[in-house]
């Protein structure tokens, strides 16, 4: 044995080398790798003071918290998938989006975007940034089965929004004044020149245009878009603007910006779903949040929804307000 | 020879190995199903694994060491529901919305939760006592009365109003302090204005500090040393220890420790290795 390793020492130098490159190797590799256990053929997740958590038990206690969430999330995807056509023309606007949005990661979190991107698709049911795009097609389904479903039961969904919350499309005319309470004679004869110009019959988008001093709407004459009783604008200008009827115009209206004249545009769902279609779909949903789940839950009925268990039903009608009696 | 190059590929082979992820037992059993589409359970847990499990399992295993260690007892309880019953009159109907705020679904969970921290407030004053020469040399735990005026006139007035005899508390008044003057447990780690520290720092029992300015020299501040011992005040400064931040935390990387808590499932390990590092061995 001696004899071959003095003959053959260069080999054996080399062979003992290498061997320990590769030990080396394989315990560098492996040193941060997490090891696995199980307890009776059941996986365990953690251990704390020698007891063995399995994922079985991990799944219950979590089912516990967050488990409706995620069927929800699934019965949600699945509905709309089932319920809106997937076009070309949502497959490019989700393209753009997916591009975007990736684009929006890189800037904030830099070589490490991918995984930042990858947490949050996670927290919504996608898998990895591969799905990026599906989630936009999704979102676009998911908002047009919303639309769609508003439209085919407005006369149930909007009576309620509407005397609740009072939408309205809105236009003003601001004279900014340092103390609306003790007007400059020069603010005085702003309001003076904007009074004396729809009295002459100017209409009141052109006197926006001219003279208000809110020159984000100024330039769309005057225009505030769809409000309801939800916006947060000040109250003194909430108050007064929820009285109009359509084409009405208030006097001034003082608030801690100055004077405001108010007009109400347009009320009633015909005009504002025309103009305002997407004002008026956020509006409803924000003072029924619970229009979506009643939608998702009112489809799948039709598509056919069985549950592993009573519970998962109970708790999935609970989570989503339904009804017992919405079912049947 | 043959066996040496066996032994190669079988180390080669191991470096395969993949980190291990936990997975429940029936994985493809179904949840729901909506039309032939079906949600598994499996799907379910590897949802369930993205929805922050570290924070979930590092309350869980807190619970399980909690009670190990401290029973609930009835004067837990009924710290808690005095607790409970404050935020009831504080908040009103709004009690729940706030409790769901604070991520509980419940009154019960909340409740939960105010008896998890009692418990963890006992081991850490107890952790506290058991090392509190350490402690006290450490964090120098002190018993002061200190006023705050807006001037300094009004300060130095103050104080010759204490060194003719004077109560604190009533020459503070007088001249308009603008905080209050109960008697404070405070350790170096309170945020005070550097003049105040060095003050505190060099005074003796029951004496008074000169006027001292704040770092803005726009308050003024005089401090009376109610106690510089803190085997006279032990229970007051182990409560006030005990609060300190690297206190709490290095009380549950111990119990931890202590614990032998160990993490199986590599999404988990991660999770916990970014948010909870000091947890994980």
Redesign the interface.
Known sequence: MIGILKKFWFVVLV?VL??SA??Y??YD??KD?????TEN???????????N????E??D???E???IA??Y???SK??TD?SVETTDEMIEGAKLNAESVIEQFKSQYGIDYEAALT?SL??L?YDSIDDLQEYFVNLGKSQMFITDYINANVDTIYPEYEEASKPRALSHILVTMVDSSNPTEEELAKVKAVEEALAAGTEFGAVAYEFSDDTASAVENGSLGLTDANTEFVPEFLAASLLLAEGEVSEWVKTDYGYHMIKCDAVGYEKLSTDYKDQLLQGMLTFNPFIEPQAIWAK?QE??????NEQ?ESD?KEFMQVDQGDAE | MKKLLILCASLLLITGCSDANANVSNPTESLITVGDHSYTKGEMYNFMMSQGPDYFVISQAQEIIANAQVEVTDEILATVDETIESYKQMLGDSLVMYINQMGYEDEEAFKEALILNEQMIIITETKVTEKFEEYSATYAPRQIQIATFASQEDANSALASMNEGTSFADAAKEFKSTVGTDTLTITNQDAYPTNVLFAINSLEKDTLSEVVAGDDEKSFYIVKMINNDPNEFTEAAVEKIAQLETIVNSTITTLFEDFNFAVYDKRLHDAVSTNFPDLLK
């Open positions: 062979g290498f061997l590769i030990v190797f394989v590799d492996n790798k997490v090891g696995g256990k053929g059941q996986d365990v997740v953690y251990s704390i003071n020698d007891d958590i399995t994922a079985d991990f799944y206690e979590m089912f918290a967050t488990g995620g069927i999330q699934f019965l699945t509905v089932a947490q996670q927290g049911g799948s598509l056919g929804v069985t549950f592993a998962i999935l």
